[in-house]
Antibody, heavy 122, light 111 residues
Framework: QITLKESGPTLVKPTQTLTLTCTFS??????????VGWIRQPPGKALEWLAL???????GYSPFLKSRLTITKDTSKNQVVLTMTNMDPVDTATYYC??????????????WGRGTLVTVSS | QSALTQPPSASGSPGQSVAISCTGT?????????VSWYQQHPGKAPKLMIY???KRPSGVPDRFSGSKSGNTASLTVSGLQAEDEADYYC???????????FGTGTKVTVL
């Protein structure tokens, strides 16, 4: 059974750095073709892809947010960590992590976490 | 790169069909056969319904089908059921420099 779960702060202040952890089970990020991504959704708005990391440590970032994002993995803990710098109230959103269908291209996520709501406010 | 364009809403009666369009450019939808569709019920995580334009993951009813022509992809839901009422998002691969872009979303209402 494949599961993913997001964890991190629910409230951050403007200009702070957000660190979110995705802890997963049922698959391994050491298996060829496997990848995990982060997606966010502001309240009442559309999904927005943020970053991806693959089994071979290849990474991809949204070109709009690339300068603010870092994605890493810890295969021993089955975790993927996303950091986003210089948070702003417009970054208030539910943040999801999800698994990419092995060897798929693009935002092809077959398993999702439940999401975590992050509010940016002073 | 802009989000893919979807109609804000679509509706149909139970048993009818509804089609949702997803328009991009030759740099995303038109350039690759890597379009996916997601269903999202209120307060829930998205669920993958279609990938690689027309493939269905295991467990997704065959009432859901996908297609593509040029820069526009489409999701068709046949034999509408009450539980199909949800938001639907398309997504596409957009090349090595932009691994993906989502659509603006369509709210499907079952009348």
């Amino acid at each position: 059974q494949i599961t993913l779960k997001e964890s991190g702060p629910t409230l951050v202040k403007p200009t702070q750095t957000l660190t979110l952890t995705c802890t997963f089970s049922g698959f391994s990020l050491t298996t060829s073709g496997v990848g995990v991504g982060w997606i966010r959704q502001p309240p009442g708005k559309a999904l927005e892809w943020l970053a991806l990391i693959f089994w071979d440590d290849d990474k991809g970032y949204s070109p709009f947010l690339k300068s603010r994002l870092t994605i890493t993995k810890d295969t021993s803990k089955n975790q993927v960590v996303l950091t986003m710098t210089n948070m702003d109230p417009v970054d208030t959103a539910t943040y999801y992590c999800a698994r990419i269908i092995p060897w798929a291209y693009g935002p092809t996520f077959d398993y999702w976490g439940r999401g975590t709501l992050v509010t940016v406010s002073s | 790169q802009s989000a893919l364009t979807q109609p804000p809403s679509a509706s149909g009666s139970p048993g009818q069909s509804v089609a949702i369009s997803c328009t991009g450019t030759s740099s995303d939808v038109g350039g690759y056969n890597y379009v996916s569709w997601y269903q999202q019920h209120p307060g829930k995580a998205p669920k993958l319904m279609i990938y690689e334009v027309s493939k269905r993951p295991s467990g997704v009813p065959d009432r859901f089908s996908g297609s593509k022509s040029g820069n526009t992809a489409s999701l068709t839901v046949s034999g509408l059921q009450a539980e199909d009422e949800a938001d639907y998002y398309c997504a596409s691969y957009a090349g090595n420099n932009n691994l993906g872009v989502f659509g603006t979303g369509t709210k499907v209402t079952v009348l």
